[in-house]
């Protein structure tokens, strides 16, 4: 008997399972919860979520955020500078990458990566023209919305992609126009390279290109553009580009993580 079953489940730790999961209710969508909130959420009775945030609280992990609710703590939030610091640093790789697109597709490229319940544009580099879209460093966009996002969200699995879509009471048939069903998705995931028409807003185009590691996608490679600026011919070039762009990048972390 090994200490896991075939599934790679520990065996005998249902208990320890349950109090991560319980920390894991924790997100920023939802930073704050009541003990029995929990309990319900996690099937739990209320002596035993009460026990888990004891426990946490002891650690130092959850405080009391009033009345009979809790948050995170500082040392909690400190496991995602923990994440962040260990993960390649992909927006300082991908802009060489996206300079090159920029001065040859003269629009604006950028790099994202999925955090929780959202996407987050780390780097980008802007078109030359005077008519352009805005994308920030840090800006968080719904993980529906657009091709660079639609992409990290088929590297979801299907019981993730679902809890996103109930956490935010989004009917994917009625506003993904075909484009969210789980199949879709899994052959995007697949294919690694998709269009977006107006998806994201009225008159914007973008295509975008996984971004792997070890087969894993870890980002997405996108260019934006109104779509009046970009006829069939130049969208076919810049999705060229991009796709071309998401392999280097993805050869580049590969390097970078073998310290060459």
């Known amino acids: 008997m090994t200490s896991a079953d075939k599934k790679g489940r520990v065996v005998g730790a249902e208990s320890s399972r349950k109090l991560l999961q ?14 029995g909130e929990l309990a319900d959420e996690l099937g739990l009775t209320q002596s035993m979520a009460y026990r888990y945030v004891a426990l946490l609280r002891e650690v130092g992990l959850l405080d009391a955020a009033g009345g009979k609710s809790y948050r995170v703590t500082d040392l909690a ?17 991908a802009l060489p990458v996206l300079g090159h697109i ?3 597709g003269r629009e604006t490229a950028f790099v994202t990566r999925r955090s929780g319940w959202f996407t987050y544009v780390l780097e980008r580099e802007q078109t030359p023209h005077p008519i352009r879209l805005i994308f920030e460093r840090g800006q968080a966009i719904a993980l529906h919305q657009g091709s660079s996002s639609r992409i990290l969200l088929a590297a979801m699995t299907v019981s993730e992609r679902q809890a996103y879509f109930d956490q935010f009471g989004i009917d994917r048939v009625k506003v993904g126009r075909g484009l969210l069903s789980d199949p879709t998705l899994d052959e995007l995931a697949r294919h690694g390279v998709t269009e977006s028409f107006e998806e994201a807003g009225e008159g914007i185009w973008s295509v975008s290109a996984a971004i792997r590691e070890n087969g894993d996608i870890v980002g997405a490679l996108g260019v934006a553009a109104p779509l009046f600026r970009v006829n069939p011919q130049q969208r076919q070039e810049l999705h060229n580009l991009v796709a071309t ?16």
């Open 77 to 93: 939030r400190s496991l995602a500078v923990a994440a962040g610091a260990a993960r390649i640093p992909l927006g300082d790789i």
């Open 102 to 104: 920029r001065d040859v």
């Open 245 to 260: 762009g998401a392999e280097e990048i993805s050869a580049r972390m590969t390097l970078s993580k073998a310290g060459l």
């Open 22 to 35: 319980l920390l894991l209710m924790f997100t920023p969508s939802r930073p704050i919860w009541a003990v």
